[in-house]
């Protein structure tokens, strides 16, 4: 078990282009988290999945962002037309049980930076 | 709406001190309380989680409360190292996992 995947790590585009993270979760965790991190500030919530149910968004996930996890592994977070206000820290997290009791396990991030 | 605050924004001591960092929340519905570490362009480790009917949890050298009818939590840290140097957070969980974090505790422990 290496915990929380991924990637890539950084990421750097020119506005208007379309990018996809990549997040894969401790295995057998079925609870998947997007978090987003902008600088000096704490994680936002994004997005969760139970398996493979997007079950909540974030008014912060504007309709160019959509998240998938096909097959309740991994997921992938997709920005389309990006803008220089998406910059920032993706954090993917992952957890397992019941509702409400788990740590959330972060992985490293995926930073994106627009220019 | 839930918001966390934490205090101070940053910290710094010498090595062997005692701290606390502390940690506010406005809304008591919480499920629970996370502190997690975040060294610079990293991603976060979690440090303790305490549950709403909990008071206290020990790790090591790290002892984190909680006072959900004050809506307060701190985290105490004895004997502080140079490796403590880092960003803690604290995140409340208002249901399913969706945290609120604060913005941060910049800790330099000084050699």
């Known amino acids: 078990d290496t915990g929380v995947s991924q990637d890539p790590r950084h990421k750097i585009t020119k506005r208007g282009q379309n990018v996809t993270f990549r997040c894969d979760p401790i295995?057998?965790?079925?609870?998947l988290y997007w978090y987003r991190q902008t600088l000096g500030q704490g994680p936002e919530f994004l997005t969760y999945?139970?398996?493979?149910?997007?079950?909540?968004k974030s008014r912060l996930l504007s309709d160019r962002f959509s998240a998938e996890r096909p097959k309740g592994s991994f997921s992938t977070l997709e920005i389309q037309r990006t803008e220089q206000g998406d910059s920032a820290m993706y954090l993917c997290?992952?957890?397992?049980?019941?509702?409400?009791?788990?740590?959330?396990?972060f992985g490293e991030g995926s930073r994106l930076t627009v220019l | 709406k839930q918001e966390v605050t934490q205090i101070p924004a940053a910290l710094s001591v010498p090595e062997g001190e005692n701290l606390v960092l502390n940690c506010s929340f406005t809304d008591s519905a919480i499920y629970n309380l996370q502190w997690f570490r975040q060294d610079p362009g990293k991603g976060l480790t979690s440090l303790l989680l305490?549950?709403?009917?909990?008071r206290e949890q020990t790790s090591g050298r790290l002892n984190a409360s909680l006072d959900k009818s004050s809506g307060r939590s701190t985290l105490y840290i004895a004997a502080s190292q140079p490796g403590d140097s880092a960003t803690y957070l604290c995140?409340?969980?208002?249901?399913?996992?969706?945290?609120?974090f604060g913005t941060g505790t910049r800790l330099l422990v000084s050699p």
């Open positions: 999945f139970q398996n493979e149910a997007q079950l909540e």
């Open positions: 295995s057998e965790h079925n609870r």
């Open positions: 305490i549950q709403s009917s909990q």
């Open positions: 995140a409340a969980n208002t249901g399913f996992q969706k945290l609120v």
């Open positions: 997290a992952s957890t397992q049980g019941p509702p409400n009791t788990g740590e959330l396990f």
